[in-house]
């Protein structure tokens, strides 16, 4: 076949910096398991807010649900609304 190209040599593996599909699973729940901690630590303020809820079920029904790749942006976007909760209850 004078079409066909040389197979590529790859090592077998992950990139180093990408690192292995549980590597990133678990720090993808690390990063969870710290923005759940702080929403908990808001107080009670920021439990009656609507926003409280959306960032509950970002953390858990939307990321849970998310493809591995998309994940980081569900904890970035739960992030920003932590921060704007925050603001919220010091104004308060």
Request: glycine letters at 6%.
């Amino acid at each position: 076949m004078p079409q066909r190209r040389p197979p590529t040599t790859r090592a077998n593996g992950p990139s180093p910096a990408r690192g292995t599909f549980r590597q990133r699973y678990d720090d993808l729940e690390a990063q969870r398991d710290a923005l759940v901690a702080r929403l908990r630590g808001l107080g009670g303020t920021a439990q009656q807010h609507p926003g409280y809820k959306r960032v509950l079920k970002l953390l858990n029904d939307t990321f849970r649900k998310s493809k591995l790749a998309q994940r980081l942006a569900v904890l970035q976007a739960a992030a920003w609304l932590i921060d704007v909760l925050e603001q919220l209850t010091t104004m308060l």
